[in-house]
């Protein structure tokens, strides 16, 4: 082989992996925003809800619950939402969880109850593009070996690492021919609803300002002989008097902004009626004060721009001139992650959540979506064992013959490293050469240094060429050398026949032998990964979905 290349000495910096092009990226999920308080104060309040809001025709915006999306608890999975009346839907029956392992006290059978599956959406994850070339690059640098699932895990990390594709199911056998029913979108933040009426409601709640300047001025009060005024039972807020030309759209704006959850016709039962002039004062003294609502839209040469007075004519206007800016339907949606921040709670979020925690359990779909990205990034991925663990790297893996020649020093590191298996990086200097971290204020010497300068030098170049496989933990691995004809076998099936060894115990040191070093920071910039025999024999390799295309 090529003595020459061991020669080099490296530069001061070997052997460190330079992460300030990923800022943030870390192999293990972590979670940048914590549990809000609940949203309404009521018990369970947490759980999934449909938004009941999204039906009501002339919903005006206003506050709504603004909570980010988050990791479902660990103590148990998102429950199912409630119906579009607030009602709970029927409770499981325990033979749904036969075989479930049991929990519980005395008299009671309670069951397991994994994530939330939804019986109408299916949801899948993909690596949102520039945090995934950010992955990639950083990978590629190091030149070190990562599991599969760590990469995936790292992508579900944080909402604004991936995008979501959310689809209906498939209808059930008994209607196989039924046309399938489309998604609504939001076209400007492109979430997904079930019908029309919702996706056009969330648009105009948080971008009304894309397609009407507002303002507040002052007009005429409504004229009529009032004698009466509505109001509501559970907030208080004058609604208007019964005979008023407007009084059914306002009823209808106050239910969609301030109880969207509660049924319509039991807000109606709530309606109180007063009989007092000076209520019916404060609600002229109302009325006086309107949003006007000023198009942003194309307008005819040498005309004004049109005015509303009304959140209900707006949007009517809003409909009738640019609905494909507002709302489309498509047979699934693709969304980036970070938009789960504002999404509204719904069956389609609680499927999200579902499946994102069962992805965080076992991420198996969104490792096998990151495969064929990888490969196509023309990196090596392969497994340790027929029912190993993948795993994925940067430089193709070299096998040994055997009667290969290596330099002394390359040839004396690799058998250390195949005699001592999964041995860290960062012990080296003490485990094959002998020499122990200096003291606080004391030095090696310079035949010292020249040692450990020339056998990371060595190191470097093993890696780099694929003889040894370095791990995210630094833990190093150096297969035996093979005949030629196994050599070409497992080159080409990209599966090799045994897994990694255990890491062996290291003994306790005598008295008189000074205690090994701990890895400094820079001997692995990277939070250790999981230990690859965690999850050996886990794994199973299926054909990657292709990402689908919106229409």
């Known amino acids: 082989m090529d003595d020459d290349a061991s020669k080099e000495n490296p530069t001061a910096d070997f052997n460190k992996i330079d992460l300030s092009q990923l800022q943030g990226f870390s192999f293990g999920t972590q979670w940048t925003k914590d549990k809000d308080a609940a949203f309404d104060g009521r018990e369970n309040a947490d759980r999934p809800h449909r938004d009941g809001r999204a039906g009501a025709p002339g919903s005006a915006p206003d506050r709504r619950d603004r909570r980010a999306f988050r990791k479902p608890a660990g103590e148990g999975p998102p429950g199912p939402p409630r119906d579009a009346q607030g009602d709970r839907p029927p409770r499981r029956d325990a033979g749904e969880y036969a075989g479930a392992p049991r929990r519980g006290g005395t008299g009671m059978d309670r069951y397991e109850r994994g994530p939330y599956e939804s019986p109408y959406f299916d949801a899948a994850f993909f690596p949102e593009d520039a945090s995934f070339n950010a992955l990639v690059k950083t990978i590629r640098t190091s030149a070190r070996t990562i599991e599969l699932f760590e990469i995936a895990r790292t992508v579900l990390g944080k909402p604004d690492r991936f995008v979501v594709v959310v689809s209906r199911k498939p209808r059930s056998a008994a209607a196989p021919d039924a046309p399938p029913q489309p998604l609504y979108i939001s076209v400007p933040d492109g979430i997904p609803f079930e019908s029309e009426d919702a996706a056009v409601a969330h648009a105009l709640e948080l971008f009304v300002g894309n397609y009407f300047d507002q303002a507040e001025v002052e007009v005429e009060p409504p004229k009529g002989n009032f004698l009466v005024i509505n109001k509501c039972g559970i907030t208080g807020e004058l609604l208007g008097p019964p005979n008023y030309h407007r009084y059914n759209q306002l009823v209808q704006q106050h239910h969609a902004a301030k109880l969207p959850r509660m049924p319509f016709e039991a807000f109606r039962a709530r309606i109180e009626t007063v009989r007092d002039p000076e209520v019916v004062s404060r609600w002229l003294e109302k009325m006086k004060k309107v949003i006007r609502y000023t198009w942003k839209g194309p307008v005819a040469e040498g005309q004004a721009a049109l005015a509303f007075d009304g959140f209900e004519e707006a949007r009517q206007h809003l409909l009738t001139q640019a609905r494909d800016t507002v709302v489309k339907a498509a047979s699934n949606a693709r969304f980036h992650g970070k938009a789960l921040e504002t999404m509204p709670r719904t069956e389609i979020l609680a499927a999200i959540e579902g499946a994102y925690e069962r992805q965080l359990r076992f991420p198996l779909d969104t490792a096998n979506q990151l495969r064929g990205r990888l490969r196509r990034e023309h990196f090596t991925i392969f497994k340790k064992g027929s029912k190993g663990v993948s795993y994925v790297c940067a430089v193709k893996r070299k096998f040994r013959v055997p009667g290969q020649v290596f330099s002394e020093s390359i040839g ?90 255990e890491a062996p115990q290291a003994p306790e040191p005598a008295a008189s032998e000074p205690a090994p070093r701990e890895p400094a920071a820079s001997d692995a910039t990277v939070p250790e990964a999981a230990a690859p025999a965690a999850v050996a024999g886990a794994e199973s390799e299926v054909p990657p979905p292709t990402e689908p295309s919106v229409a």
């Open 412 to 501: 004396n590191l690799i058998s250390f490293i195949e005699a001592q298996p999964l041995v860290k990086a960062g012990d080296l200097a003490l485990k094959m050469l002998g020499i122990a971290a200096p003291a606080e204020g004391a030095s090696v010497t310079q035949e010292q240094r020249e040692r450990m300068l020339r056998m990371q030098g060595d190191l470097i170049w093993l890696v780099r060429e694929g003889y040894v496989t370095e791990f995210i933990d630094g833990g190093l691995y150096a297969p035996a050398a093979m005949v030629e004809a196994r050599k070409k076998e497992v080159e080409a099936e990209e599966v090799d026949p045994e897994n990694f060894p």
